[in-house]
């Protein structure tokens, strides 16, 4: 007998069955909402951050403790006001300061001006004068010369009286066919009287002196041109007074403008002083005398300007090495606190020197010793410090500043000590 082995036999469809039915479905939809979650990597990250930030804050204090620290300390020393009195020389004969000699260097600037100007007369007075021209003097009497003297009497036609102003002698007439053609002369007459009046046109003379004689009417002459000059009454004249009072307008006038040119042009490191300021004139013209009838004249004026100055810098400089050659030497003088008077007491500009008389105030102050001082205080505590400073006979007051802030002790490290000296006297720090 054959054994027989028996298997089971699934039909594939019915196996596919249960399997799909052992498998859960997942719709589509449900596939959308499911989610996932990632379990996380531990807490080592954070921790780390702190960390670093940690070790970032401990080494900036190690830095400002170590290698940014520095004492800033500002100290008042002792101050006082000092003042002095002396005489100065100014020189053009030199190019530098004399400190043993106090003299300083100067310089002569020079200039020269002409101006004229015209300026009304304001005089009044009474001018006359006589009417003057010319007449010819006729002879019809005969071949022979007649002489008239000086000062012979005409009388024009209206009446007015002219004299000849010098001796004459009237030629004689000429017989031409038959006929006595009269000789004749120009001459010069003057009026017998001033005033308008006697200006009178052409006219016909008669010689009063031949009257009651045949010469009366024989002898006549005649003018062809109009009597000029005749006056009489108010006119303008030129007094000294305008004379004065115009020259001296104008030399006002030009030392203006030529000590506003000078000190427009002349550098403003010169000190310029109105007594070291020379003026001397060199001509003057004037178009009219005192008394001279003109309504008007003109004046011509020249004028040389000379100026002695010296340098600023020159005259603070030489009273600087004063001061400092009068002080003790353990003393300073504090810039910019220096004051100057001065005035000239003797000034030759031609020579170019000049003496000053001068007085001057400044602000002298104790020396200190700042590298020793930094020796004293390095390494000391805040309170040693300060009692060292406020025992020191040359300061005033100081107050120390230590950065940072949570120092106690001054660096032992000079370069990290700073001093400042405060010379102002302000209250409070400065940095």
Request: charged share 25%; no cysteine.
């Given at each position: 007998m054959n054994n027989q082995k028996f298997f089971d036999i699934i039909p594939p469809k019915k196996y596919q069955k249960e399997v799909l039915a052992k498998k859960p479905r997942v719709s589509y939809k449900e596939k959308s909402q499911q989610t996932y979650e990632i379990a996380p990597s531990g807490r080592f990250p954070v921790k780390k951050s702190f960390l670093f930030i940690l070790l970032l804050v401990f080494l900036g204090g190690i830095s400002l403790h170590f290698i940014f620290q520095k004492t800033v300390i500002v100290i008042w020393p002792v101050t006082q006001e000092t003042v002095f009195e002396t005489s100065f020389k100014v020189s053009s004969k030199i190019d530098?300061?004399?400190?043993?000699?106090?003299?300083?260097?100067?310089?002569?600037?020079?200039?020269?001006?002409?101006?004229?100007?015209?300026?009304?007369?304001?005089?009044?007075?009474?001018?006359?004068?006589?009417?003057?021209?010319?007449?010819?003097?006729?002879?019809?009497?005969?071949?022979?010369s007649q002489t008239l003297i000086i000062h012979t009497r005409f009388v024009s036609a209206e009446g007015k009286l002219f004299r000849s102003i010098k001796?004459?002698?009237?030629?004689?007439?000429?017989?031409?066919?038959?006929?006595?053609?009269?000789?004749?002369?120009?001459?010069?007459?003057?009026?017998?009287?001033?005033?308008?009046?006697?200006?009178?046109?052409?006219?016909t003379f008669s010689i009063p002196g031949f009257a009651g004689t045949v010469r009366y009417t024989a002898f006549y002459g005649?003018?062809?041109?109009?009597?000029?000059?005749?006056?009489?009454?108010?006119?303008l004249q030129v007094t000294q007074q305008d004379l004065d009072a115009a020259v001296k307008v104008l030399k006002g006038k030009i030392e203006r403008?030529?000590?506003?040119?000078?000190?427009?042009?002349?550098?403003?490191?010169?000190?310029?002083i109105d007594e070291a300021f020379q003026k001397k004139e060199r001509s003057l013209?004037?178009?009219?005398?005192?008394?001279?009838?003109?309504?008007?004249?003109?004046?011509?004026?020249?004028?040389?300007?000379n100026a002695l100055v010296f340098k600023k810098q020159d005259l603070e400089d030489i009273i600087k090495e004063f001061i400092m050659s009068e002080i003790p030497q353990d003393m300073a003088l504090k810039p910019d606190s220096l004051t100057i008077n001065y005035e000239p007491l003797l000034v030759d500009v031609e020579e170019g020197r000049m003496t000053l008389n001068s007085d001057f105030s400044a602000t002298i102050y104790s020396r200190i010793d700042t590298d020793l001082l930094k020796k004293e205080i390095a390494g000391k505590s805040l309170r040693e410090s300060k009692m060292n400073l406020d025992g020191n006979p040359n300061i005033v007051r100081a107050e120390v500043q230590l950065f940072p802030l949570w120092l106690t002790r001054i660096p032992k490290d000079l370069q990290k000590i700073y001093i400042k000296l405060n010379l102002d006297g302000l209250t409070g720090s400065e940095f």
């Open positions: 530098l300061p004399d400190i043993a000699s106090k003299t300083l260097p100067g310089k002569i600037f020079s200039s020269e001006k002409v101006v004229f100007q015209q300026f009304q007369s304001s005089g009044k007075g009474l001018e006359e004068a006589k009417s003057e021209g010319v007449i010819r003097v006729y002879n019809t009497y005969s071949t022979y001796k004459v002698t009237i030629p004689g007439g000429k017989y031409e066919k038959g006929k006595l053609q009269p000789g004749f002369l120009d001459i010069e007459v003057v009026a017998a009287e001033a005033g308008k009046e006697y200006n009178i046109g052409p006219s005649k003018s062809f041109q109009q009597m000029k000059g005749g006056l009489k009454g108010e006119v403008e030529t000590e506003n040119m000078f000190k427009n042009t002349i550098s403003e490191e010169f000190i310029f013209i004037f178009s009219a005398k005192a008394g001279e009838t003109k309504e008007s004249f003109t004046v011509e004026i020249g004028i040389l300007f």
